[in-house]
């Protein structure tokens, strides 16, 4: 049972929301704030005081399982009488073990309607999961974006059937389901309406937009739709792994100049042997290939990676060699995740699990090698210019920030205003980030 001293009014009620993981459980939380600003609460920080404490958790590793239960902790202490709900991956995949005494309700992914039932009143039940494998529809679009925001995140898709061995996410997030083109195409209007200038498409598995629909269609299919509509100056994917890629896409970033340069391509190992240990659907000789013709069609497209290090098995000349794949690749950034188990996933049961420090040495290697790739990349555009969409205000007096559409973080002296793209000519680059002055306002 909920408290019996919870809120029962949804309006006045002050809600505070943290997410942990990735960027679709960030576009979820967003999505949950909005439906709640329209039941009347005030959204408020995490650290502040509130009727209501919302963990939008995730499941990636045993650990991030450990922080969702502690932030629970953390809320109850901050207000006893508050109430405390748990949603997002780990409420999904292990609802019992998200369900600790400071836990008032745990509610599963694609429950919106639920999860707002339970802010606002009493539920009848502290447990409420649904099986996502037969999930057929996406229940948190409509996030908006955040006041202020030049850019925002559009989730187009939800759910994985690719079972990659490292991986809890396809019994948490369900089967992979596409938003159907015309919701995107609604929820794009509505982006451009509130003035944004750039919208990042996202998913859990992006690259499988489209399989599920009928007729069938495909992720190019869905980007065509957008750029014609050309109302938001600038559209970005998130990642896509290394088979989505395909040719037709490739001659859309060509023809469509609202898509910008720039590919995150997880592609997670650089030996055969590791990425088949890790079921992934590809080889390095595919990977390089396709790695190559992106760098020649696009010299300047930022080529961004994900690498797991110390995965279970990983020998000496396997990192050796892995290491040795990813220098020679033309890529221009990593992120980097040492190896951690997930119970439930095949990788937890392989043999040849590394001792942890092994795992962090290897993983402070490879991001030393991705620093090094970062900074030569950016490095050979001081004295060019670059278009860079201003987004905020910095704290250092007299320079403003915002993301070329190469995905390059620039700062820019004379304080242009905000949610607009300018010329920057590039003066400097430090630690990888470019330092340039406003020539003009991009038409």
Avoid at 68 to 86: M, T
Avoid at 92 to 111: F, K, T, W
Avoid at 227 to 235: D, T, Y
């Amino acid at each position: 049972m909920l408290r019996s001293d919870s809120p029962s009014e949804a309006s006045g009620l002050r809600v505070a929301i943290t997410t942990l993981g990735c960027k679709v459980n960030q576009y979820d939380s967003t999505a949950i704030a909005r439906a709640l600003e329209q039941r009347g609460c005030a959204i408020v920080e995490f650290d502040q005081a509130a009727d209501v404490y919302i963990v939008n958790s995730c499941t990636v590793t045993d650990r991030a399982d450990a922080e969702s239960k502690q932030l629970a902790r953390r809320a109850r202490r901050q207000n006893p009488k508050a109430k405390v709900i748990v949603t997002g991956c780990f409420a999904q995949a292990a609802p019992h073990r998200a369900a600790i005494p400071e836990v008032d309700a745990v509610i599963g992914l694609n429950r919106l309607d639920d999860l707002v039932q339970a802010v606002c009143k009493e539920i009848g039940s502290r447990i409420l999961v649904n099986d996502l494998r037969t999930a057929r529809n996406v229940r948190t679009v409509g996030a908006g974006a955040p006041l202020g925001h030049t850019r925002a995140f559009l989730k187009v898709q939800e759910g994985c059937d690719l079972f990659c061995s490292f991986c809890i996410v396809p019994m948490s997030r369900g089967a992979s389901r596409s938003v159907p083109p015309r919701q995107v195409l609604e929820e794009y209007e509505s982006l451009a309406d509130l003035g944004i200038q750039e919208v990042v498409l996202t998913g859990v598995h992006l690259g499988a937009w489209g399989n599920d629909l009928s007729p069938r269609l495909e992720l190019a299919d869905l980007v065509e739709m957008l750029a014609e509509r050309g109302r938001i100056p600038r559209l970005r994917l998130s990642s896509i792994d290394p088979p989505e890629v395909t040719p037709r896409l490739l001659r859309l970033f060509e023809t469509a100049p609202e898509l910008c340069s720039h590919f995150h391509i997880p592609i997670q190992a650089g030996v055969d042997s590791v990425l088949r240990r890790m079921r992934r659907r590809y080889d390095t000789s595919f990977v390089r290939s396709l790695v190559t013709e992106i760098r020649r069609q696009f010299p300047d497209a930022a080529i961004g990676t994900d690498i797991i290090a110390g995965f279970p098995g990983e020998d000496a000349t396997e990192f050796q060699q892995g290491l040795e794949f990813f220098e020679s690749l033309p890529l221009t950034y990593f992120h980097v995740f040492p190896y951690s188990v997930r119970q439930g996933t095949t990788a937890a049961k392989l043999p040849g699990h590394l001792p942890p420090q092994v795992v962090h040495e290897r993983a402070r290697k490879v991001r030393a090698l991705g620093s090094c790739k970062r900074e030569t990349f950016a490095r050979q555009f001081v004295g060019r210019e670059l278009q860079v969409l201003i987004e905020e205000r910095q704290r250092r007096e007299g320079y403003a920030g915002g993301y070329s559409r190469n995905y390059q973080r620039v700062f820019v002296s004379g304080l242009p205003p905000s949610n607009v793209e300018i010329a920057v000519r590039i003066v400097a680059q430090e630690e990888g980030r470019l330092l340039g002055v406003w020539t003009k306002q991009v038409a």
